[in-house]
């Protein structure tokens, strides 16, 4: 009988049994396979010779892609860590005559500059992007934010000098209709977004103390 005794690691025995290819989504993410797919305004049933609607949604996918908003802006030329204000230094402060680019220092914040009249979603529904079909569990909807790379010293002064700000994969967790702010957390070197004791966050990190 010791012929049909199961081996104690069979689950990896089976993972090694690859054949051929296989269609299974093997990468591990806990974005909704929907919240990367573009919107567009397009019929759900089309005229022949038209794009059908799944097709640009794809075309459309596969540019967005491609598209790397640090590089964007620094092809024109911009550097994403002088975007955020700091506290200014009257000691250090640049001349005319060194013709250093900007002469007065970064102090109105990003969100002055903010126009949301050509998104294509309102909060709302870049929020709700997080609910699968069938499920009641938010998941967190991927993003990019310019966060500060020290969360210790970016929480106590988000305008210090000493740090550097860069453009950085976050899930948006949650939003703020009052502050008009995203509440966002840093994926981890997986891409996936976890608490401290490694579980998924869900409904925006609300626990049941609140």
Known sequence: VTTFRMPEDFGSVLDKQVIGPTTENLIKSDFPVQSFKPKVQIAFQG??????RK???ERRRRLYLTCDI???????GIDSNQLMPRHHDPDNMPTIEEKKDPVFPIYLPLKIFDNDEYDCRTPEEWISLGLEPGSHKRKPVPGKALLPTDDVLGHEDPKSRKL????????VLDYD???ELYLVHKTDKNGLVRDEEGRPILDGGITPQG
């Open 47 to 52: 005229l022949p010779g038209q794009c059908p």
């Open 55 to 57: 097709i640009e949604a």
């Open 70 to 76: 640090a590089q964007l802006l620094a092809s024109k």
């Open 164 to 171: 550097i700000y860069k453009w950085i994969d976050v899930g």
């Open 177 to 179: 209709k009052e502050t």
